[in-house]
């Protein structure tokens, strides 16, 4: 079994990245720096980004 990551799944660990650090918020970063959980407002926000991007996660 190969556990290697595909040049394809780096580019998408890449750009994944890359969209965090470009969007997700100072406020919400540094709370979950902190080990706090972002506010409702927050998580609503950054969810609503997430979707913008066609990103959407079900919970």
Excluded: S
């Amino acid at each position: 079994m190969d556990l290697r990551y595909t040049p394809q799944e780096r580019a998408f660990r890449a750009e994944v990245r890359g969209f965090i650090d470009a969007n997700l918020p100072a406020d919400t970063r540094q709370r979950m720096v902190e080990g706090r959980v972002p506010t409702k407002a927050q998580t609503v926000a950054w969810q609503r980004m997430l979707n913008a991007r066609g990103w959407a996660v079900p919970d």
